[in-house]
């Protein structure tokens, strides 16, 4: 991730203030929402992750254009910028499915591409079911469908994702090896 010199200043993340990742009427709706002012003032990375733990679905914006608390919390983060080691904890880590959502959003915002395809592709083997809140009300998916998402859609809970490079690309140019599947190997075993 980018390192930004100054939060006010300098490059920022993909050359924009960390906080403008959101588009400018979402921001404003988290910011002026009950979530925001009760649960995200004061908070800091620790203490964020209790926060998150307590997070039982994804989503962006629902109902009466209301952020979700996964929004809120993923605006929090980026007003915070942890470390990147604390980010790839939570996307590493098993017990929370909902915290390691969160992280994976957060590094598809901030990551450089090749990271990006690093942590967020041995997620595609992590069938559990997500709940989503979205405008029409809840809705059932799965962590690899979110995470495919965040590989390959434009714009996923109502935040347009910054651009990546095609994994083919990364592949070209020797910075990563090809995917292999995790279905190959059970092919592979059936032949």
């Known amino acids: 991730m980018e390192q930004h010199p100054n939060i006010h200043g300098g490059t920022g993340i993909h050359g924009r203030h960390p906080l403008h990742l959101v588009e400018k009427i979402i921001r404003e709706r988290i910011q002026e929402s009950i979530y925001w002012k009760e649960k995200c003032y004061g908070l800091t990375a620790a203490t964020l992750t209790e926060r998150a733990v307590d997070v039982d679905y994804i989503g962006g914006m629902y109902g009466n254009l209301q952020p979700t608390e996964f929004i ?112 190959e190997d059970d092919l592979d075993e059936d032949e």
């Open 72 to 183: 809120c919390l993923l605006l929090k983060l980026l007003q915070l910028l942890p470390e990147k080691e604390i980010i790839i904890e939570f996307v590493k880590q098993e017990d929370f499915k909902y915290l390691r959502a969160l992280g994976a959003f957060y590094l598809r915002l901030t990551g450089k591409s090749k990271e990006i395809y690093q942590y967020l592709e041995p997620l595609l083997n992590d069938y559990r079911k997500l709940r989503a809140r979205g405008k029409e009300g809840f809705s059932l998916t799965y962590m690899d469908v979110f995470v495919d998402d965040l590989l390959t859609k434009d714009r996923v809970c109502d935040i347009i994702l910054p651009r990546i490079m095609a994994r083919h690309v990364l592949e070209q140019n020797d910075e990563l090896d090809p995917r292999e599947s995790a279905l």
